[in-house]
């Protein structure tokens, strides 16, 4: 492991995914504690998106963005929240120069799958559809996410394509959790990883499907076809239980003939680039940024 990283894993909150409000709550409590950039020049502006139910979203807008990303927050679908993803879509909205529309989906296990992809889809829609009103070209719009939230960005991607949804410029895949059958190497042996572990992913899984199976929709490493997908930055940590499947579900993209970029950062965990103060997590943001800055400029 990264000795900087290394030098903090004490300090983890032991989060009991087995009890998802706790655990929320522990999250919300942690998050809190964490700094945020100087949002000087950038408008920062809390909407609501007219659905059933309607879905908020905290909107970030720097200076002369071409483009926007509808970014979904992590926490295993049943933590995290706009605030709690406050410092990280702000980051991102600074890094990459896009605008980014934060998206407040319904959380498992209260509201298991399909809604939270249901409240994705409608932003990604909404965010089409107000694209002069946000200021951005309708022809750059990208979905992204990390861990749950990634799995939301895939998953928002192949329906966009099934339905002939809006068109999708680029998808950013940070560490997602893409497969419920939990077969790869990574899931079956990393039990003891810092934050997250086999266990801990096995009941995200059980909160977010609930009582229904699993469909490419919910777990999109279950699509047999990924061609006409748009084209993906997917990022994964050495030490995450999602990491094989991530890499795999890149290769099966490549095969499919999408474009990716694949970055597989050496000595880091599961959700690692939140302590900031790693040279690696540093440059993990800034690559994540400046993907998206590429992918959307070009």
Do not use: C
């Given at each position: 492991?990264d ?12 989060v ?33 998106v007219?659905?059933d ?8 807008r ?6 926007a ?5 992590g ?11 406050h ?8 890094g ?39 200021g ?46 939990q ?34 929709y ?9 061609s ?71």
């Amino acid at each position: 492991m990264d000795p900087e990283l290394e030098a903090f894993v004490p300090f983890l909150p032991q989060v009991d995914l087995n009890d998802p409000f706790a655990a929320r709550e522990l999250f919300a409590e942690r998050a809190a504690d964490r700094s945020v950039p100087d949002l000087a020049g950038m408008e920062i502006e809390d909407r609501v998106v007219p659905a059933d139910p309607d879905v908020p979203v905290r909107i970030y807008r720097p200076r002369q963005a071409r483009g926007a990303v509808v970014w979904m927050h992590g926490g295993a679908f049943v933590m995290g929240d706009l605030d709690t993803e406050h410092p990280w879509a702000a980051r991102l909205a600074d890094g990459s120069g896009a605008v980014v529309i934060s998206v407040g989906y319904r959380r498992a296990p209260e509201h298991p799958f399909p809604a939270a992809l249901d409240d994705a889809y409608t932003v990604l829609t909404w965010t089409a559809e107000h694209a002069a009103e946000l200021g951005v070209d309708p022809a750059r719009i990208a979905v992204g996410g990390h861990s749950a939230g990634g799995n939301l960005a895939a998953a928002t991607a192949l329906r966009a394509r099934d339905e002939q949804g809006p068109p999708i410029r680029f998808q950013v895949l940070n560490q997602a959790g893409l497969d419920d059958r939990q077969q790869m190497w990574s899931a079956r042996n990393f039990t003891d990883t810092p934050w997250m572990d086999h266990d801990k992913i096995a009941a995200m899984w059980r909160h977010y499907l609930g009582s229904r199976p699993a469909t490419p929709y919910a777990a999109p490493a279950r699509a047999t076809d990924l061609s006409g997908l748009p084209p993906a930055y997917v990022a994964t940590a050495e030490f995450d239980p999602n990491r094989d499947e991530d890499i795999d579900y890149a290769v099966r993209l490549l095969q499919a003939g999408v474009p990716v970029e694949l970055h597989q950062w050496p000595g880091t965990f599961h959700g690692s680039q939140a302590i900031l103060s790693a040279e690696v997590s540093q440059r993990q943001i800034a690559e994540l940024s400046a993907a998206l800055r590429r992918a959307l400029a070009g």
